[in-house]
């Protein structure tokens, strides 16, 4: 009875030595998507590159707006697919990217094109306004190291 209780007391003790920092695969956030941490990132290939190919940094601009992403040493692919060196874009507008260990975002300032798209049509209030760029894996995570545009300003009338 004493070895038995102290090969439990030994397992518990060893139990609770575990990291119990870094959240389990299976917990989701409240939206549904997975929790990440840093060991889930996807690599990227040396120099792989994201861009915004339209509108142009500083130009002053209409609605509806064109946004055209280009990249190169990836291949854009939709969410879910699980291909190296790919993934898809994800427009951030008039904000900057807070954990890049976990899923971005989907709302309005975080908008994703999972559908594999490298062009879309966009408005936005009139003024000034910041785009970025952010190339994410099958999971919405941004790559290791990231891989995303410059941020631009554009005006809109």
Do not use: W
């Not at 697919?81 to 951030?92: A, I, M, Q, V, W």
């Not at 709302?107 to 994410?136: M, N, R, S, W, Y």
């Not at 995303?148 to 005006?155: E, G, L």
């Amino acid at each position: 009875m004493r070895r038995a209780l102290a090969a439990t007391l030994l397992v518990l003790s060893l139990a609770a030595c575990g990291d119990n920092g870094t959240p389990a695969h299976d917990e989701v956030h409240k939206e549904g998507t997975p929790i990440a941490d840093a060991s889930d990132r996807t690599p990227s290939p040396p120099g792989a590159k994201v861009f915004l190919i339209e509108p142009k940094n500083g130009a002053t601009v209409k609605n509806p707006i064109t946004v055209k992403f280009g990249v190169e040493d990836m291949h854009v692919v939709a969410a879910g697919t699980n291909e190296p060196n790919s993934g898809h874009h994800h427009l951030l507008i008039d904000t900057s990217l807070e954990d890049y260990d976990a899923p971005i975002p989907a709302d309005a300032q975080h908008v994703h094109f999972g559908k594999a798209q490298t062009e879309a049509t966009i408005e936005l209030a009139p003024g000034k306004h910041t785009l970025q760029d952010v190339f994410a894996d099958k999971n919405h995570i941004p790559h290791d190291p990231p891989v995303q545009s410059d941020v631009i300003s554009i005006t809109v009338e």
